[in-house]
Protein backbone atom coordinates (compact mmCIF):
# COMPACT_ATOMS: atom_id res chain seq x y z
CA UNK A 1 0.00 0.00 0.00
CA UNK A 2 1.18 3.32 -0.75
CA UNK A 3 2.24 6.54 1.52
CA UNK A 4 -1.00 8.62 0.01
CA UNK A 5 -3.21 5.29 0.83
CA UNK A 6 -2.10 5.17 4.62
CA UNK A 7 -2.40 8.67 4.41
CA UNK A 8 -6.28 8.36 3.30
CA UNK A 9 -7.28 5.48 5.57
CA UNK A 10 -5.74 7.35 8.32
CA UNK A 11 -7.84 10.13 7.42
CA UNK A 12 -11.14 7.91 7.03
CA UNK A 13 -10.72 6.12 10.35
CA UNK A 14 -10.43 10.15 12.17
CA UNK A 15 -13.91 10.27 9.79
CA UNK A 16 -15.74 7.59 10.92
CA UNK A 17 -14.69 8.50 15.01
CA UNK A 18 -15.59 11.78 13.94
CA UNK A 19 -18.57 10.63 12.95
CA UNK A 20 -19.28 7.91 15.77
CA UNK A 21 -19.13 11.03 18.11
CA UNK A 22 -21.43 13.08 15.51
CA UNK A 23 -24.21 10.74 16.13
CA UNK A 24 -24.23 9.53 19.46
CA UNK A 25 -24.35 13.62 20.59
CA UNK A 26 -27.03 14.24 18.53
CA UNK A 27 -29.35 11.00 18.75
CA UNK A 28 -28.63 11.94 22.72
CA UNK A 29 -29.87 15.85 22.03
CA UNK A 30 -32.76 14.24 20.13
CA UNK A 31 -33.36 11.85 22.90
CA UNK A 32 -33.55 14.39 25.13
CA UNK A 33 -35.69 16.65 23.29
CA UNK A 34 -38.17 14.19 22.97
CA UNK A 35 -38.35 12.62 26.56
CA UNK A 36 -38.33 16.03 28.47
CA UNK A 37 -40.56 18.10 26.15
CA UNK A 38 -44.46 17.82 26.54
CA UNK A 39 -47.32 18.24 23.90
CA UNK A 40 -46.82 21.96 24.49
CA UNK A 41 -43.22 22.14 23.65
CA UNK A 42 -42.37 23.34 27.72
CA UNK A 43 -39.28 21.55 29.16
CA UNK A 44 -40.76 21.02 32.79
CA UNK A 45 -39.84 19.94 36.02
CA UNK A 46 -42.27 17.27 38.21
CA UNK A 47 -44.18 19.00 40.85
CA UNK A 48 -42.19 20.44 43.58
CA UNK A 49 -43.34 20.95 47.42
CA UNK A 50 -42.96 24.43 48.58
CA UNK A 51 -43.17 25.25 52.26
CA UNK A 52 -42.62 28.47 53.93
CA UNK A 53 -43.49 30.41 56.97
CA UNK A 54 -42.79 33.64 55.26
CA UNK A 55 -46.26 35.70 53.37
CA UNK A 56 -44.00 34.74 50.21
CA UNK A 57 -41.56 33.10 48.30
CA UNK A 58 -39.57 34.99 45.63
CA UNK A 59 -37.08 34.26 43.08
CA UNK A 60 -34.24 36.06 42.54
CA UNK A 61 -34.21 39.00 40.05
CA UNK A 62 -33.40 37.30 36.80
CA UNK A 63 -31.98 40.21 33.88
CA UNK A 64 -33.82 38.93 30.69
CA UNK A 65 -32.10 40.22 27.19
CA UNK A 66 -35.09 38.96 24.67
CA UNK A 67 -34.06 40.26 21.07
CA UNK A 68 -34.11 37.68 18.94
CA UNK A 69 -31.94 37.91 15.95
CA UNK A 70 -32.96 37.20 12.34
CA UNK A 71 -33.41 33.67 12.75
CA UNK A 72 -36.04 33.92 15.40
CA UNK A 73 -37.14 37.22 14.61
CA UNK A 74 -40.78 36.00 14.10
CA UNK A 75 -40.78 33.56 16.99
CA UNK A 76 -40.74 34.13 21.00
CA UNK A 77 -36.92 34.23 22.26
CA UNK A 78 -38.23 32.20 25.79
CA UNK A 79 -42.07 31.26 27.22
CA UNK A 80 -42.05 30.62 30.88
CA UNK A 81 -44.94 28.34 32.87
CA UNK A 82 -45.78 28.04 36.27
CA UNK A 83 -48.14 25.97 37.63
CA UNK A 84 -48.82 26.05 41.54
CA UNK A 85 -51.69 24.80 43.77
CA UNK A 86 -52.18 24.99 47.46
CA UNK A 87 -51.79 21.83 49.47
CA UNK A 88 -55.23 22.89 50.78
CA UNK A 89 -57.43 23.12 47.26
CA UNK A 90 -59.50 25.22 49.26
CA UNK A 91 -57.52 27.98 49.64
CA UNK A 92 -56.89 30.39 46.39
CA UNK A 93 -52.95 30.83 45.34
CA UNK A 94 -51.64 33.31 43.89
CA UNK A 95 -48.86 33.33 41.36
CA UNK A 96 -46.97 37.00 39.79
CA UNK A 97 -44.33 38.02 37.86
CA UNK A 98 -42.90 41.24 38.88
CA UNK A 99 -39.89 44.31 37.79
CA UNK A 100 -37.34 43.59 41.00
CA UNK A 101 -37.91 47.67 41.75
CA UNK A 102 -41.76 47.09 41.69
CA UNK A 103 -41.32 44.08 43.97
CA UNK A 104 -39.15 45.79 46.65
CA UNK A 105 -41.66 48.72 47.36
CA UNK A 106 -44.42 45.73 48.07
CA UNK A 107 -42.14 43.67 50.03
CA UNK A 108 -40.42 46.42 52.11
CA UNK A 109 -41.18 45.49 55.73
CA UNK A 110 -43.04 41.83 54.83
CA UNK A 111 -41.24 38.81 56.23
CA UNK A 112 -40.49 36.86 52.76
CA UNK A 113 -38.52 33.52 51.41
CA UNK A 114 -35.59 34.40 48.49
CA UNK A 115 -35.89 30.73 46.77
CA UNK A 116 -32.10 29.70 46.23
CA UNK A 117 -32.83 26.84 43.77
CA UNK A 118 -33.82 22.90 44.57
CA UNK A 119 -32.58 19.53 44.92
CA UNK A 120 -33.99 16.03 43.22
CA UNK A 121 -34.74 12.55 44.56
CA UNK A 122 -36.71 13.96 46.49
CA UNK A 123 -37.19 17.54 45.80
CA UNK A 124 -36.36 19.62 48.25
CA UNK A 125 -36.84 23.43 47.86
CA UNK A 126 -33.68 26.17 49.33
CA UNK A 127 -35.15 29.30 50.82
CA UNK A 128 -33.41 32.11 52.77
CA UNK A 129 -35.73 34.17 54.93
CA UNK A 130 -35.88 37.69 54.94
CA UNK A 131 -37.23 38.96 58.29
CA UNK A 132 -40.15 42.18 57.83
CA UNK A 133 -43.41 42.72 60.47
CA UNK A 134 -45.47 43.99 58.06
CA UNK A 135 -48.48 42.46 56.48
CA UNK A 136 -48.64 42.55 52.70
CA UNK A 137 -51.72 43.92 50.95
CA UNK A 138 -53.79 41.51 48.84
CA UNK A 139 -51.43 40.19 45.80
CA UNK A 140 -54.04 40.36 43.25
CA UNK A 141 -54.93 43.68 44.50
CA UNK A 142 -51.22 45.33 42.79
CA UNK A 143 -51.36 46.18 38.84
CA UNK A 144 -47.90 46.18 38.98
CA UNK A 145 -48.02 42.74 37.53
CA UNK A 146 -46.05 42.04 34.33
CA UNK A 147 -47.99 38.39 34.56
CA UNK A 148 -50.56 37.05 37.19
CA UNK A 149 -53.01 33.80 38.10
CA UNK A 150 -55.10 33.39 41.14
CA UNK A 151 -57.76 31.34 42.20
CA UNK A 152 -58.14 27.76 43.89
CA UNK A 153 -57.06 24.30 42.54
CA UNK A 154 -54.19 24.47 40.02
CA UNK A 155 -53.74 27.71 38.37
CA UNK A 156 -51.23 28.06 35.53
CA UNK A 157 -49.01 31.67 34.61
CA UNK A 158 -47.73 31.47 31.28
CA UNK A 159 -45.36 34.38 30.38
CA UNK A 160 -43.39 35.06 26.99
CA UNK A 161 -40.14 36.99 27.96
CA UNK A 162 -39.47 40.21 27.38
CA UNK A 163 -36.12 42.32 28.29
CA UNK A 164 -35.68 43.21 31.69
CA UNK A 165 -35.02 42.27 35.45
CA UNK A 166 -38.09 40.25 36.59
CA UNK A 167 -38.58 38.15 39.76
CA UNK A 168 -41.28 35.41 40.40
CA UNK A 169 -43.55 35.08 43.34
CA UNK A 170 -45.65 32.94 44.85
CA UNK A 171 -47.97 33.91 47.72
CA UNK A 172 -51.65 33.20 49.22
CA UNK A 173 -53.93 35.21 47.59
CA UNK A 174 -55.05 36.89 51.15
CA UNK A 175 -51.19 37.48 51.56
CA UNK A 176 -51.25 35.44 54.90
CA UNK A 177 -48.47 32.93 56.02
CA UNK A 178 -47.50 30.24 56.02
CA UNK A 179 -47.30 28.76 52.33
CA UNK A 180 -48.00 25.24 51.60
CA UNK A 181 -48.56 24.72 47.96
CA UNK A 182 -46.68 22.13 45.19
CA UNK A 183 -44.96 24.20 42.11
CA UNK A 184 -43.98 22.74 38.49
CA UNK A 185 -41.97 24.86 36.45
CA UNK A 186 -41.33 24.58 32.66
CA UNK A 187 -39.73 26.83 29.73
CA UNK A 188 -39.96 26.70 26.09
CA UNK A 189 -37.30 27.66 23.83
CA UNK A 190 -37.14 28.33 20.10
CA UNK A 191 -36.96 24.76 18.29
CA UNK A 192 -32.75 24.96 17.87
CA UNK A 193 -31.97 22.03 20.26
CA UNK A 194 -34.11 20.10 17.99
CA UNK A 195 -32.21 21.64 15.25
CA UNK A 196 -29.16 21.10 16.84
CA UNK A 197 -29.92 17.59 17.47
CA UNK A 198 -30.74 16.95 13.61
CA UNK A 199 -27.41 18.51 12.32
CA UNK A 200 -25.23 16.73 14.51
CA UNK A 201 -27.12 13.59 13.19
CA UNK A 202 -27.14 14.41 9.83
CA UNK A 203 -23.36 15.58 9.99
CA UNK A 204 -22.19 12.17 11.60
CA UNK A 205 -23.97 10.34 8.72
CA UNK A 206 -21.83 12.23 5.84
CA UNK A 207 -19.04 12.01 7.61
CA UNK A 208 -19.93 8.18 7.92
CA UNK A 209 -20.25 7.93 3.87
CA UNK A 210 -17.31 9.95 3.37
CA UNK A 211 -15.12 7.83 5.63
CA UNK A 212 -16.62 4.63 3.82
CA UNK A 213 -15.52 6.03 0.20
CA UNK A 214 -12.22 7.14 1.46
CA UNK A 215 -11.46 3.44 2.85
CA UNK A 216 -12.93 1.99 -0.12
CA UNK A 217 -10.59 4.19 -2.27
CA UNK A 218 -7.84 2.80 0.19
CA UNK A 219 -8.15 -0.24 -0.26
CA UNK A 220 -9.11 -1.96 -3.47
CA UNK A 221 -7.21 1.69 -5.32
CA UNK A 222 -3.73 -0.42 -6.03
CA UNK A 223 -6.04 -3.14 -7.38
CA UNK A 224 -7.60 -1.39 -9.95
CA UNK A 225 -4.76 0.27 -10.72
CA UNK A 226 -2.18 -2.95 -11.02
CA UNK A 227 -5.46 -4.09 -13.84
CA UNK A 228 -4.99 -1.23 -16.21
CA UNK A 229 -1.44 -1.90 -16.44
CA UNK A 230 -1.94 -5.34 -17.50
Known sequence: MSAGRIVLLVFAIILILASIGLIIGGGVILAFDTGFKDYQGYYSTGSIPVESNSSAIITYPSDFENEPDMYWENQTYLSIRVEASNTDSSKPIF????????????????????????????????????????????????????????????????????????????????GSSPIDAR?????????????????????????????????????????????IQA
Request: aromatic share 10%; proline share 5%; net charge neutral.
Open 183 to 227: VALGAKLPPFLRAVGIGLLTGGIIFLIVSCVMIFFALHGRKKSSN
Open 95 to 174: IGIARESDLDKYLEGVSYDKFEGFSSHPYTVHLTQISGTHPPSKPSSQSFWVASAVGTGTQTLNWDVVSGSYSLVLMNAD
